[in-house]
């Protein structure tokens, strides 16, 4: 994963520098395509009823959440309780 903004900053830094000719340049030289995604509807049919399964559930998990953050509070994991 890269960090945007950190990247557009160097591409800017190395047109400015000489180390490419221009901007277009520089974003051409140090970017390109990441790994692409397509739907899977045989997927997309699972997690609607896992959907479906998660809406029924929630309000009897919601008042359980404080707790849980409670409990995953760095303090709290260092204390051991």
């Known amino acids: 994963e890269t960090e945007s903004t950190c990247?557009?900053?160097?591409?800017?830094a190395a047109a400015a520098v000489g180390?490419?000719?221009?901007?277009?340049?520089a974003a051409e030289a140090m970017?390109?395509?990441?790994?692409?995604?397509?739907p899977d509807e045989g997927r997309a049919a699972v997690y609607d009823r896992l959907y479906?399964?998660?809406?029924?559930?929630y309000p009897?998990?919601?008042?359980?959440?404080?707790?849980l953050?409670?409990?995953l509070k760095p303090e709290t994991l260092?204390?051991?309780a």
Do not use: C, N, W
Not at 19 to 25: C, N, Q, T
Not at 60 to 67: A, D, E, M, T
């Open 60 to 67: 009897s998990l919601r008042p359980l959440f404080p707790k």
């Open 7 to 12: 990247l557009g900053a160097g591409m800017l």
């Open 31 to 38: 970017s390109g395509t990441g790994a692409r995604y397509e």
């Open 52 to 57: 479906d399964v998660y809406k029924e559930i």
């Open 69 to 71: 953050t409670q409990a």
């Open 19 to 25: 180390m490419h000719g221009s901007i277009k340049e």
């Open 78 to 80: 260092k204390a051991g």
